[in-house]
């Protein structure tokens, strides 16, 4: 019997990693190293919770962010699992689409988004698109009057909120590429107002709501709570004073999960606990019906279920200074602590019962220094061959993957009891080469010189 962990695996009688109770040395021998695997029970309860809670409040959705991890075999559990899906890319669209996913449930982001991909989406019948921008307003409207469609809309308000994450995922902030500035006063002039304005005097576009993302990997409920109570005096404010005929919130995503022990992350329960409580409080003190609220959770659904799997190819020991661990992968299929410097657990997955009384570094194949997985954990005495399991790796990681050395990108594979089949093949030399073009004049031994 293999007991359960609390970090998503189990382990066998011998110390040895089971994802949902297939040993990780029978993955790889299968499906090569490195190997992303995702483990659908966890998938499926993640989705089971969001869509549990949030459906205690009155007329609520789920979009899943597509931008954390998206292949067309994970849209079609998202669709089973009766979930909207969030598009920021025509990329993701066409995605989604190629999966038969339903044009009505999607809602399309996107602070650049191209007039093909806006062609596109007028032309499937995404249910929202999601307006970032003044310029986009304009683009839209015009788009939509060739189409002859009616696109339903929100506008992406900034609040000017700050949670405590790292600044590269913080969203909300008046400093922000995203969404449109709301001020101090939600009642006075601003950007958003502006924008909802130049939305309302369209004979186009309808405005269905608002929407604001403040940031991703929060654990605090305080920012959320803040950001919807501002949210929704700003709304009171466009139906009030505008005689906007608006019906939705959508609040975004953001929620953290836990990477390391310390980490304390909110539940789902409490995460949208907060979130549906500040609405309709406010609602009933601004003296307007609660809106439909929406959430577009990525990384808490899909991050848990991931653990990516590494063989060591070489070890080097520097005495008093730091051991090293190199791997068959690295900022090329994770990058997440080149840019961020995020940690993850590592864990020598074949070597479970062992004493971890070693501290390792362990660094990726790149030629760069930055190229590293993990810094000083502490592992049993690696050596070539064996295998590491990096933990939480199922968001922001094969979805932010590269080509960088012309390195191939793993394979990833869902993974359930009693089976297992991939999500993503393992790239070839033949992928990498199939975009790439010789021009005419470098096809013969011929030099051209200037004349």
Known sequence: MAPGHSDGYQVSADGVMLLARHDVRELLARFGSPLVVLQEEIV???????????????????????????????CRLIEQEGLGLDVSSGGELATALSAWFPPERILM???????????????????????????????????????????RVLIRVTPGIKPATHAYVQTGQVDSKFGFNLGQDPSAPSAAEEAARRVLASARLRLGGLHCHIGSQIFDAQPFETAARTLMAFYAHLQQDLGANITELNMGGGLGIGYQPSD????????LETLRTAVLQAATALSVEAPELSDEPGRSIVGPAGITLYTVQSTKQ??????????????????????????????????????ADTLWSISGRCCESGDMLAKDVALPGLQSGDVLAVLATGAYTYSMASNYNRVQ????????????????????PEDLLRLDHIPAWLRTGDTPHES
Do not use: W
């Not at 089971?48 to 292949?71: H, M, N, W």
């Not at 304390?264 to 995460?271: D, F, G, I, K, R």
């Not at 990108?409 to 070839?428: K, S």
């Open 109 to 151: 982001h996107g602070n650049a988004k191209t007039v093909p991909e806006l062609e596109l989406a007028l032309a499937v019948g995404v249910s929202r698109i999601v307006i970032d921008n003044f310029a986009e307003i304009d683009r839209l409207d015009q788009l939509a009057a060739q189409a002859d469609c009616h696109p």
């Open 409 to 428: 990108r793993p394979a990833v594979v869902l993974a359930g009891p009693g089976r297992v089949d991939l999500l993503a093949r393992r790239q070839t």
């Open 318 to 355: 520097i005495p008093g200074v730091r051991n090293y661990a190199a791997v068959d992968g690295g900022m090329t299929d994770n990058p997440r602590h080149a840019l961020y410097q995020a940690r993850h657990p590592v864990l020598a997955a074949t070597r479970l019962h062992e004493a």
């Open 44 to 74: 499926r309860a993640q989705c089971q919770a969001y869509s549990r809670e949030i459906g205690k409040a009155p007329l609520a959705r789920v979009y899943y962010a597509a931008k954390a991890f998206l292949t067309t075999g994970f």
């Open 264 to 271: 304390q992350p909110l539940t789902v329960a409490a995460h």
